[in-house]
């Protein structure tokens, strides 16, 4: 059975990806020519999903995936299934990040890019941190900053107000750091017949805010925004990284269900990852 689930999940697995990678490029055709010709990048979000579904797309040509919880990160960048396999994975960091696990994640093997670092002091923490885990000599550690762009009390992200101030603070006191861009979730379920979704054009003004200020260049600034339901919105209007889970792995949630396969009764228990449905009892 687990050969079976294994077959079926690699189709699935690489039908999806093609079908979202189509999709990104074709609403990158879209973007007016006045945005930065900037290939958007793929974060495809691992989350609660097994291994075996992170080789699956990267051996259809995936490099870059995402994960949320540093234990989880930790888990699987250190798979030795991952770690043979795929050799030049890039992994992103876009979860909440305590200072308490910073040194945790910086030891993650094929680390790319923290897109959540919400404060100064988070900066410094990880700045200090990733040149004590890394050594003198080791290539900056990139970063994202992120802005709680839509103001909900239930989101991470610095104020807006002050991106220009903390970025800053990342270029002139961190130096192991390289701040790449911004980054933001927004509110979920924004309704695009009522207009651009404001998050994306909060971010995109701050942006331009943070180019004017530190004099960068405006396609050196990345923007990290857009998720399984809105990232061909988010790269129209300028996205250079979207970040896409569901859409490419499935839903992460398995509540109890009881399926009938090829004469076999399997269950899928909440905690458990597809790669772990355990035999019921055969159907009679």
Partial sequence: FDRMWKVAMSEEVGKALQAVVERLNQAAARRPKTLPAVPPRLVAVSKTKPPEMVVEAYRQGQRNFGENYVNELVDKASDPLILDLCPDIKWHFIGHLQKNNVNKLLGVPNLFLVETVDSAKLADKVNSSWQRVRGAGAQRLKVMVQLNTSGEQSKRGLPPEETVKTVKHIVSQCAALHFSGLMTI??????????????????????????????????EVELSMGMSTDFEHAIEVGATNVRVGSVIFGNREYPNTIILLKGVVLVMGTNDSLAKMSLLSTWR
């Fill in 186 to 219: 927004g509110r979920y379920g924004y309704d695009l017949s009522l207009g651009p979704n404001p998050d994306f054009q909060m971010l995109l003004s701050r942006r331009q805010e943070v180019c004017d200020g530190l004099e960068l260049p405006l396609e």
